[in-house]
């Protein structure tokens, strides 16, 4: 996990992907095999772990191991959208550069209001295969008819109020 | 083994929980729902942890860790990793302007829409948009901006915030005002 994290913060400055998500999960991938490997050709105290920390099936282990390595991974993607997407952080970002740190609604609609960051968005989606362009229309993809009926489903089951 | 079963059951409890509080809860300060949730799920891990037997009645000798702190903090770990997943993604789901156009295109079959249908959603002809009726109030109420002469203005609490936003946005190499 670590060697990814120091890999994809290289890729991020020195290639800036335009598919960011598709770039984790690319240069993630390799790290399962890597991890199976080691865990294959280390032993199961690594040379430094007591006792209590030597699991008591190595295939336990093994699950266990990985498990942990892909939630840390999804967290990681996570704490990607948060800094990244985040509307109420970009506010706050447009407030704390403003001259004497203060707009109007005007001014933050204008700046970061609903139609630049819906087209930011759009093109995001479209980007990334979830939307299609047809015409002067946005149709769903394949994918995007996927994400839509998860989201649909959420919905009717958290019921949480956009106001 | 006996942390990851307790796990997955705390954790099951804690959707279920925090799925039907959400159906009747009136405020839309839903993360003290999860976090409501979360903190109940913890103590049924933790309670469950010290008063059941090591095997759960049906965990065979080989799959059962030497060590009861380490079975613990394992099954900690893993439950607070997949209850943070699970709140993104229903904050995700519900909230994300762009899970609600697709939301909406999935509504509306092969027609699809316009890019002002779109921005229609998140009330773009509204003197106020969607995005700023939700969190102008909570970042009013939570002091981290103030509302001075028909302007807002970045408190103190505001601004570390933005801060540390921008921080996070150069390690990621992210722009800056996006």
Same mark, same amino acid.
């Given at each position: 996990?670590? #060697?990814? $994290?120091?890999?994809?913060?290289?890729?991020?400055h020195?290639a800036a992907?335009?598919? *960011?998500?598709s770039? @984790?999960?690319?240069?993630?991938a390799?790290?399962?095999? $890597?991890?199976?490997?080691l865990? /294959?050709v280390?032993p199961a105290n690594?040379? !430094?772990l007591?006792?209590?920390? &030597?699991?008591?099936? /190595?295939?336990?282990?093994?699950?266990n191991?990985?498990?942990?390595?892909v939630?840390l991974?999804?967290? *990681?993607g #996570?704490?990607?959208?948060?800094?990244?997407?985040s509307?109420t &952080?970009? #506010? #706050?970002?447009?407030l %704390?550069r403003?001259p004497?740190q203060?707009l109007?609604?005007?001014q @933050?609609?204008?700046?970061?209001?609903?139609?630049v960051l @819906?087209q930011?968005r759009?093109d995001?989606m479209v980007?990334?295969?979830f939307? *299609?362009?047809?015409? %002067?229309r946005l149709?769903l993809t394949?994918?995007? /008819?996927?994400?839509g009926?998860v989201?649909l !489903?959420?919905r009717?089951?958290f019921r @949480?109020?956009? $106001? | 083994?006996r942390g990851l079963?307790?796990?997955?059951?705390?954790?099951?409890?804690?959707?279920l929980?925090?799925a039907?509080?959400?159906?009747?809860y009136?405020?839309?300060?839903?993360?003290?729902v999860?976090?409501?949730?979360?903190?109940?799920s913890?103590?049924l891990y933790?309670?469950?942890f010290w008063l059941?037997?090591?095997d759960?009645g049906?965990?065979?000798?080989?799959?059962q860790?030497?060590?009861?702190a380490?079975?613990?903090g394992?099954g900690?770990?893993?439950l607070?990793l997949v209850f943070?997943g699970?709140w993104?993604f229903?904050?995700f789901?519900?909230?994300?302007p762009?899970m609600s156009?697709?939301?909406?295109?999935r509504q509306?079959?092969?027609?699809?829409?316009?890019?002002s249908e779109?921005?229609?959603? +998140?009330?773009?002809d509204?003197?106020v948009?969607?995005i700023?009726?939700?969190?102008?109030?909570?970042?009013l109420?939570?002091?981290?901006?103030s509302e001075?002469?028909?302007a807002?203005?970045l408190l103190?609490r505001g601004?570390?915030?933005?801060s540390?936003?921008?921080?996070?946005?150069?390690?990621?190499?992210a +722009?800056v005002?996006?």
């Open positions: 996990m670590t #060697l990814w $994290l120091v890999v994809q913060g290289i890729v991020f020195a992907p335009r598919k *960011a998500f770039s @984790m999960l690319g240069w993630f390799p790290t399962i095999p $890597l991890y199976l490997v865990y /294959w280390t690594l040379g !430094v007591s006792d209590g920390f &030597v699991g008591v099936d /190595w295939r336990l282990g093994l699950l191991g990985l498990t942990i390595h939630l991974f999804l967290t *990681a #996570l704490f990607y959208s948060h800094a990244d997407r509307i &952080v970009r #506010l #706050l970002i447009e %704390s403003a004497r203060r109007t609604l005007a @933050m609609q204008e700046r970061c209001g609903v139609e @819906m930011d759009l995001i980007r990334n295969g939307l *299609a362009s047809r015409g %002067s149709v394949p994918k995007g /008819w996927i994400g009926s989201g !489903v959420a009717r089951v @949480m109020k956009a $106001l | 083994m079963v307790l796990a997955a059951g705390a954790f099951a409890l804690l959707v929980a925090s039907v509080v959400l159906r009747v009136p405020g839309n300060k839903e993360f003290k999860f976090l409501g949730a979360f903190v109940g913890v103590v933790a309670g469950g059941l037997p090591a759960l049906f965990i065979p000798p080989a799959w860790e030497s060590s009861p380490v079975d613990l394992n900690l770990l893993i607070v943070h699970y993104c229903a904050y789901s519900c909230l994300s762009s156009v697709m939301v909406a295109l509306r079959g092969s027609g699809g829409m316009t890019e779109a921005l229609a959603i +998140q009330g773009s509204e003197p948009n969607l700023f009726r939700r969190r102008l109030p909570k970042l109420k939570g002091g981290y901006v001075e002469d028909g807002y203005r103190a601004e570390r915030v933005a540390l936003g921008s921080f996070l946005k150069r390690l990621i190499n +722009q005002g996006a």
